[in-house]
């Protein structure tokens, strides 16, 4: 028996069903424990077969769940950054434009705004040359997160601008909530609370047609937020009580 290829037979179903189990669940478990041992034994694998796609891929699912699960932002950028290696192998643009866009949005949760902004106006002149609209909308979406982090209030409803403006297109709902959303925000730290009270209505409303009862609560929430800043109690009171 050729022991090669029984381990590299054997290395593919242990993946494909980590894979299955990835698109079944749409997002990682959060117990860690268990999720986190099957990345690293798949890491393994990977080396030991020399599979660059596979390390590449994995990585950035390491480089995923220490960011979002386990706050880990350093390590998370040392993932993408070792992903982002192995996908310049294998010459693989789309993973290396992807992988550049989550280290992008990481860089802005660990507070490194300007590396933050490099990357995604790269991306952005990536994104517009091919017409891919779809990626333009998220990276100026996450434009504005970097300059809104950064304080910059005017560039962060400009990217706002141009993500909606592509979005109605695009007709992505859930990117549109985040719009909104992001817009409320930008609009109180600078006291513009009318601005404020039609963007959460509008949140309100594609929340409604959507039939997404998580953004409803929210958009009621600041709707009444937004009522009390106001001093309009009455109004703070019933919109905060139906959430």
Do not use: C, P, W
Request: aromatic residues 12%; neutral net charge; proline residues 0%.
């Amino acid at each position: 028996i050729d022991l090669s290829v029984s381990i590299k037979y054997l290395f593919i179903i242990i993946l494909s069903l980590f894979l299955f189990q990835k698109s079944a669940t749409g997002q990682l478990n959060k117990d860690s424990t268990y999720n986190y041992q099957d990345l690293n034994r798949i890491l393994e694998l990977a080396r030991s077969n020399n599979d660059q796609k596979t390390l590449a891929e994995t990585y950035v699912r390491l480089a995923d769940y220490e960011g979002d699960v386990l706050g880990a932002y350093d390590k998370s950028i040392e993932y993408y950054r070792r992903a982002l290696e192995y996908f310049k192998v294998n010459r693989d643009s789309s993973g290396i434009n992807e992988t550049n866009h989550s280290l992008a949005r990481r860089y802005t949760d660990a507070g490194f705004h300007n590396d933050a902004i490099a990357l995604l106006q790269a991306l952005t002149s990536i994104y517009h040359k091919s017409n891919n609209n779809r990626r333009l909308a998220h990276v100026y979406y996450d434009l504005n997160r970097a300059y809104k982090a950064r304080g910059e209030t005017e560039n962060s409803l400009q990217y706002l601008a141009r993500a909606e403006e592509i979005n109605k297109v695009l007709l992505d709902t859930g990117l549109m909530t985040k719009i909104f959303f992001d817009k409320i925000q930008v609009y109180e730290s600078v006291y513009e609370t009318d601005s404020a009270l039609v963007t959460a209505f509008r949140a309100f409303n594609v929340s409604v047609m959507k039939g997404d009862n998580e953004v409803i609560a929210r958009s009621l929430y600041y709707i009444g937020q937004i009522n009390r800043k106001k001093n309009d109690t009455g109004r703070a009171l019933m919109y905060t009580t139906i959430t």
